[in-house]
């Protein structure tokens, strides 16, 4: 399978998301990350199911939204709602996994889980089997244009392995600090799915970056 490329919407302009997502289908990208965040999970705020909705009527990319916020379990439906095509959940922002994920599944969504750096693998262990996607954070969420922190790639390897060893299909995400050089350390690790903020928005051609970044790892 290739890798997929999903750029986080959290550096484009907010004054112009429509011309952004436009940009971004030009581009060929197979996702479009949206970053959630309610300024208690992480200290940043940014976009809510409102905005979502609005940009559902602006395009027909996939949109994987990544929910940082505590309690996620109160905004399922008003994302579902919002024609969200994907879910993500934080391990640490609520106390039941499974229960949850299975609702976002039972809306027909895709549903997936998030890993904070510092979070261990065998958190997750045993709803492997029923995510989507495993969204590995390669650096503290909140902001964009952080760096990578190194030992993150060993997680993804971990997890990597795990799958192969288990026999499971879900996608492996990674997010933050990915560059062309850190994509192919990702890549190479194990990751599927790659989300890039700023090094597509800040470019200043969003269709070179991610042509860019597709090279690097085009089997
Ligand atoms: C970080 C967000 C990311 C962010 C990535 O908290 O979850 O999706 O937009 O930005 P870059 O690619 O600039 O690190
Ligand atoms: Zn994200």
Do not use: W
Request: proline share 4%; hydrophobic share 45%; net charge negative.
């Amino acid at each position: 399978m290739p890798i997929k490329i999903a750029p986080s919407i959290l550096s484009s302009d907010f004054a112009d998301l429509k011309s952004e997502l436009k940009k971004l289908e030009v581009a060929g990208a197979d996702l479009v990350h949206i970053d959630v965040m309610d300024g208690n999970f992480v200290d940043n705020i940014t976009i809510g199911a409102p905005v979502v909705s609005s940009l559902r009527k602006n395009s027909k990319l996939f949109f994987d939204v990544h929910l940082m916020v505590i309690h996620p379990e109160k905004h399922i439906e008003r994302f579902v709602q919002s024609g969200a095509d994907n879910i993500t959940v934080h391990a640490e922002a609520t106390y039941h996994l499974d229960a949850l994920i299975s609702r976002i599944k039972s809306f027909g969504k895709k549903a997936s889980v998030a890993l904070n750096p510092a979070t261990p693998i065998y958190m997750i262990e045993n709803v492997l089997e029923i995510v989507d996607m495993v969204l590995i954070m390669t650096v503290n969420p909140g902001y964009g244009g952080q760096k990578l922190i190194p030992y993150t790639l060993k997680k993804i390897e971990r997890l990597a392995n795990f799958r192969e060893k288990e026999g499971l299909t879900f996608e492996i995400e990674v997010d933050g600090g990915i560059n062309e050089d850190t994509i192919v350390d990702c890549v190479k690790a194990g990751a599927d799915v790659i989300v890039a903020g700023s090094y597509v928005f800040d470019s200043g051609d969003v269709s070179k970056a991610v042509e860019k970044l597709k090279s690097k790892v085009r089997g």
